[in-house]
């Protein structure tokens, strides 16, 4: 893949620059852009905000108002692992707040935090699409349903050792 342009540690690659440029033009881009931006980096550090603003001309105060008022934006990296808790309404109501602090509990972790290893981030999510098997939760692209609080561990473990 191309490269041309770099922000910190991330290098803009040639799909990103080609996606900017498309979109910049079209009004109530800023969200397609980070959406893109996040996909490719897993989040949207202060470098690539900073080269955001740049390629876009949008100021980096209305980037990170956006970025810091939706949830789904990110501006830490997450784990390599990332555990996605399902808060959606029957998750909720079947224990899915319980799983999410189970989970951090059992990882050590607080609210947007990520194990010292970089392998383990945990953060809730409004719906997963599986709603009869609430309460759910996802690794990557695993799924797993109708959890309990004492199935997390083994959960766990199955990701620890790679």
């Not at 969200?31 to 900073?50: N, V």
């Not at 990110?74 to 989970?103: F, R």
């Not at 945990?122 to 609080?149: E, F, I, M, Q, S």
Request: net charge neutral; with cysteine.
């Amino acid at each position: 893949m191309a490269v041309t342009q770099t922000a910190g540690d991330e290098t803009f690659p040639m799909e990103l620059l080609n996606f900017i440029d498309e979109w910049k033009v079209k009004p109530g881009s800023l969200i397609m852009i980070l959406h893109k931006t996040q996909e490719i980096f897993g989040f949207i550090s202060r470098p690539a905000a900073e080269q955001l603003s740049r390629l876009t001309g949008i100021p980096l105060a209305r980037i990170y108002g956006v970025i810091t008022f939706y949830h789904f934006f990110k501006t830490t990296k997450p784990g390599k692992y990332k555990i996605s808790v399902c808060l959606g309404t029957a998750c909720y109501l079947k224990g899915g707040q319980d799983l999410i602090d189970e989970t951090r509990s059992l990882l050590g972790l607080a609210p947007d935090g990520v194990t010292e290893d970089g392998k383990f981030s945990v953060d809730p999510v409004r719906c997963v699409g599986c709603c009869g098997l609430a309460p759910v939760l996802t690794v990557g692209n695993d799924t797993y349903g109708k959890l309990t609080k004492d199935m997390l561990p083994d959960i766990i473990a199955k990701y620890q050792n790679n």
